[in-house]
């Protein structure tokens, strides 16, 4: 009898990614594969906007870790792609909870891919803050952008696929991406970030684009 070939078994669970010495999850490797495997099996949804309520408040936490939420991502990686973003969050494809995922480049051009539930920002030291003006876009305010603070290196801890405790870390774009995708979970909005004449501006770039992918309409 040969013997159990463990190691295989581990590389095929995709809901759970290896960890380096620090312990923050390694969301680069075999990114591409991945991300490819989820959207195959997931369908695209249409992303909710501005405006609608599951948008604006809370979601609920993830206790259940089970075939449903599996296919949650798989849904949620293949409306991303779909809608090209490179972070989504549930509420943006109208469901309540605490999950989101990212297909996201560093600031040294690295894909980052994963998803997790449940995440928490770590609140950075005053020394530690360093904040970066750059352009921010959202799903879920198609066609506008604005420059928006945010911290260029982020931490959140969380949950993956399978409930194991993650630490996720990142810097430049990926740092911003985990800011404004745990925002979404929490019921915010880069807009919100935003001084009352940008966010205006926002929301009437929003008004006089389209969007490029398919959109829920707000009731
Ligand atoms: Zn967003």
Redesign the pocket.
Known sequence: MAQQDTEHEQAQDEGVLPVDDEGFVIDTEDAGEREEARCARGTARPITVVGNPVLHKECRDVTVFDEELDRLIDDMFASQRAAEGV?L?AN?IGVDLKVFVYDCGDDEGVRHVGAVCNPVLRELPADQRRLDDSNEG????PTAYAETPRTDYAEVTGQDARGNPVRIRGNGYFARCLQ??TD?LYGY??IDRLSKRDRKDALRQMAEGTARYATVPNA
């Open positions: 972070g969050a943006q959202c799903l879920s305010v404004h995708e979404h909005l880069y």
